[in-house]
């Protein structure tokens, strides 16, 4: 056994526990440890750690190395971007400073957005069949109908026609900081209602 080496004469249970943890690491990296196995036991052990460890090495290495891939792919892309929008600016003659808005804009818009996830950004709630849904919307949508007193005496009339109006009308959205919801003389096609964050109004001056 490993424990009867002559260099593990005299170890306390703690020094065993640490050479035992030390010749653990040892199997996934480089690293040399003067433990070795010591009968037909240990050996088989020892030998189904060096492929489990290899394995590992091998699955965690092509993680990383796809990861940094993507990692690079898209910054590449975003400076290509930026590139041809700098270009697009020069060569149509944009102002300085309508172009350092877009630019700041845009910087902002294409951080990741903390807010609440959409329908809209998962792919597979499409797969779902029509009725699950209608009850989908509804959870989602209901209680800010419900806020209003008049659809809150149709729901309790018909509480079906709000269950249609949950999955027909409502539609979500996520607007970045300093972006225009609506604009002066654009016609109003739709109601907004805040579910998160915080909006201004710019009442233009006469």
């Not at 199997?27 to 040399?32: G, I």
């Not at 509480?159 to 109003?188: G, M």
Request: charged share 20%; hydrophobic share 45%; with cysteine.
């Amino acid at each position: 056994r490993w424990i009867d080496l002559p260099t593990m004469d005299g170890l306390s249970v703690s020094g065993l526990y640490c050479a035992a943890i030390h010749w653990s690491l040892t199997q996934f990296s480089p690293a040399t440890t003067p433990i070795g196995p010591q009968n037909s036991q240990e050996r088989i052990f020892a030998a189904f750690l060096v492929m489990f460890a290899l394995g590992f090495l091998t699955s965690l290495v092509s993680s990383v190395a796809a990861h940094t891939t993507e990692i690079r792919a898209m910054s590449a892309k975003r400076q290509t971007a930026e590139t041809m929008l700098r270009k697009f600016f020069m060569v149509r003659k944009i102002s300085t400073l309508l172009s350092a808005r877009v630019m700041s804009f845009l910087k902002n818009a294409n951080q990741k957005h903390r807010g609440l996830p959409h329908e809209a950004d998962l792919p597979e709630l499409l797969m779902m069949p029509e009725s699950l849904r209608i009850r989908l919307h509804a959870e989602l949508y209901m209680p800010l109908l419900l806020k209003s007193d008049l659809f809150s005496l149709v729901g309790e009339t018909d509480k079906s026609l709000l269950v249609r109006a949950c999955h027909v009308v409502f539609k979500e959205r996520s607007f970045p900081p300093r972006f225009d919801v609506f604009v002066d003389n654009t016609k109003a096609d739709a109601s907004l209602h805040t579910v998160s964050g915080r909006g201004t109004y710019y009442k233009k001056k006469k």
